[in-house]
């Protein structure tokens, strides 16, 4: 009885223990000590350059952390650091239709894809050394098909692969998958 006493309070101390290094919001796993963020301008360096790509998306990703987390946006220093830039903005068929041996084929929808360079660092010396686990610097990339010109469908589409790329950067950086 005893043996069993003592094993029950070890695993709550241990799960307190645990449990108060980091806290959970929308199923975001953050280190209690993690209060600010900065989040920098995301510059839009690919080939092809849409005007509002670049403040868009650096307000996207800013949205999605303030309304998932608890932590502040700030400016210079800050216990967490997000910067980045737009590598990748291009236009290709994905579908072709055939018509006849004498003419070029024509294509039949065309994908939007958008890829950016993120690199997210923890700047504060955290238990057992998390903040190593926690840092990265990945490539992200998504993609939205559609038919037509493009002039009359970008908005959406940037709009969509937008909302996918800051989830994918949230998940990395917040979720730890």
């Known amino acids: 009885m005893l043996k069993r006493i003592a094993c029950s309070l070890i695993v709550v101390a241990a799960v307190s223990l645990f449990s108060s290094c980091f806290y959970k919001l929308n199923q975001a796993s953050i280190p209690h000590e993690l209060k600010t963020i900065r989040i920098d301008y995301f510059e839009n360096n690919a080939p092809l350059v849409v005007n509002t790509l670049s403040q868009y998306f650096t307000e996207q990703l800013k949205n999605r952390i303030r309304s ?6 700030v400016q210079g220093n800050a216990d967490a650091t997000m910067t980045g830039n737009i590598i990748g903005y291009s236009i290709a068929p994905v579908s072709v239709q055939a018509t006849n041996p004498n003419t070029p ?5 065309s994908r939007l894809t958008i890829t950016v360079n993120v690199t997210y660092t923890v700047n504060l010396t955290l238990p057992n050394h ?4 926690l840092s990265y610097q990945s490539q992200f990339s998504r993609y939205a098909d559609f038919t037509g010109d493009i002039s009359s469908h970008q ?6 692969i937008t ?5 994918d950067i949230f998940n990395k950086a ?4």
């Open 68 to 73: 998932q987390t608890n932590l502040s946006i």
């Open 105 to 109: 084929p024509i294509a039949n929808a």
């Open 130 to 133: 998390y903040e190593k686990q």
């Open 155 to 160: 908005q959406a589409l940037i709009q969509t």
């Open 163 to 167: 909302q996918q790329l800051t989830e």
């Open 174 to 177: 917040f979720a730890n998958w």
